[in-house]
Nanobody
Framework: HVQLVESGGGSVQAGGSLTLSCLAS????????MGWFRQPPGKEREFVSA???????RYADSVKGRFTISTDNAKNTLALQMNSLKPEDTGMYYC?????????????WGQGTQVTVS
């Protein structure tokens, strides 16, 4: 059973940076699409970024040029480098995984890590 544990959230001033990490365990050897989602206060959860099994990356328009997603397969970690943070980036950030390629619902979710930008 795949488990995802996020870390790295916190409070930061606008213009600052944070790096989120997601430690994955329980993989069976299949390749996974990995991604980040967020839920702003009072809003629905939304897509932030994903990295597909072929390494291609995707970003929400709102974070393009500011956020960078990456993986370290040797350490089973997924990272999200967030620069030039804005108050509208505030929310609970979730790591998610989908067996095989991206393009459908995610199969596994972490518990989330809070990011607050003031």
């Amino acid at each position: 059973h795949v488990q995802l544990v996020e870390s790295g959230g916190g409070s930061v001033q606008a213009g600052g940076s944070l790096t989120l990490s997601c430690l994955a365990s329980g993989y069976t050897g299949s390749r996974y699409c990995m991604g980040w989602f967020r839920q702003p206060p009072g809003k629905e959860r939304e897509f932030v970024s994903a990295i597909d099994i072929d390494g291609r990356t995707r970003y929400a328009d709102s974070v393009k040029g500011r956020f960078t997603i990456s993986t370290d397969n040797a350490k089973n970690t997924l990272a999200l480098q967030m620069n030039s943070l804005k108050p509208e980036d505030t929310g609970m950030y979730y790591c998610a995984a989908r067996r095989v390629s991206c393009g459908g619902l995610m199969d596994y979710w972490g518990q989330g890590t809070q990011v607050t930008v003031s």
